[in-house]
């Protein structure tokens, strides 16, 4: 499922217009951008968590060269599923 097809599927479910599902679907993903990027975890029960995880700094290879290139430590999005999303798939 894309964008358009889960706009489409909102719309339909919450019987509103496409153009306010895909405003609401926008400032869902803002808002969890924006807690993202503070460093806060998004909850949503029996869905799941967002939250920031941290990747340590570590060596790599260019697979074009072979010379060893330093990767810096970084901060990614992260996600675990809740209980009830678990249930659902199996």
């Known amino acids: 499922m894309n964008k358009t097809e889960l706009i489409d599927h909102i719309a339909t479910t919450a019987d509103i217009s496409k153009a306010s599902a895909g405003r609401a679907l926008d400032a869902a993903v803002g808002a969890v951008t924006a807690s993202l990027k503070k460093g806060q975890t998004v909850t949503l ?6 939250y920031v995880g941290k990747r340590a ?26 209980k009830g999303l678990k249930d659902a798939i199996n």
Request: proline share 9%.
């Open 45 to 50: 029960v029996g869905f799941g968590s967002f």
């Open 57 to 82: 700094a570590r060596n790599g290879r260019n697979p074009r060269t072979g010379a060893t290139i330093k990767i810096e430590a970084a901060r990614i999005p992260r996600f675990r599923p809740g």
